[in-house]
């Protein structure tokens, strides 16, 4: 009997371990796969994205080919996030005859938030919202905000993880503008 029972216990853990086991493993598999080995690296593509924007249509990142794009994820909740974006705006409109595009992509918080910030901060450059956070997860993102800079030809100049000051920005466009 008594031997029965640790036999049974025994098959209990070996089921648990492997439970545990497959199931990490398709976590991990379903959180990863898309995009490759991590976060992106210079010279890299960024992922294709299609996104909702806040007038109710979708907005690609392939809508862009051919010009420099300043991608920022951010949040409401996320203090450095919040002092960004009225710099990003005064970039946004000091930069717009350039053809550079700001895509900032809330990370989904619901649309009353959103909107409601910024309204408070009148911003007019395309507010983009990550609902699932696929996007987010194909950008392997570590902490926001998170900024990526893409040149005109499609691959990565430079991210940016933590908040920056308008000079950070604007030396930072500056530059994409003369690759």
């Known amino acids: 009997m008594a031997k029965t029972k640790k036999s049974r ?10 439970v545990l086991i497959v199931g990490g493993y398709a976590i991990g598999t379903t959180l990863f796969a898309e995009r490759g080995s991590g976060f992106l690296k210079p010279g890299e593509r960024p992922p294709e994205f299609s ?11 392939s809508d862009y ?13 996320c203090e ?3 002092k960004e974006m009225p710099e990003f705006e005064r970039q946004y409109k000091k930069w717009q005859d350039k053809d550079l595009t700001i895509l900032a992509i809330n990370l989904s918080e619901d649309t ?9 901060f009148n911003l007019s450059y395309p ?11 194909n950008f392997a993102l ?5 900024t990526f800079f893409v040149k005109a030809d499609g691959t990565l100049m430079e991210a940016v993880v933590g908040g920056m000051t308008e000079e950070d920005i604007d030396k930072r466009i500056v530059r994409l503008l003369q690759l």
């Open 9 to 18: 216990k025994m098959m209990q853990v070996v089921i648990l371990a492997a």
């Open 65 to 77: 080919a051919g010009k420099p794009v300043v991608i920022n994820f951010w949040g409401t909740f």
């Open 51 to 61: 996104l909702a924007n806040m007038e109710g249509g979708v907005t690609s990142l």
């Open 127 to 137: 507010i983009l919202r990550d609902e699932a956070r696929k996007t987010e997860r």
């Open 112 to 120: 009353l938030t959103v909107k409601n910030f910024l309204n408070r």
């Open 80 to 82: 450095p996030c919040v």
């Open 142 to 146: 570590r902490q926001y905000p998170t």
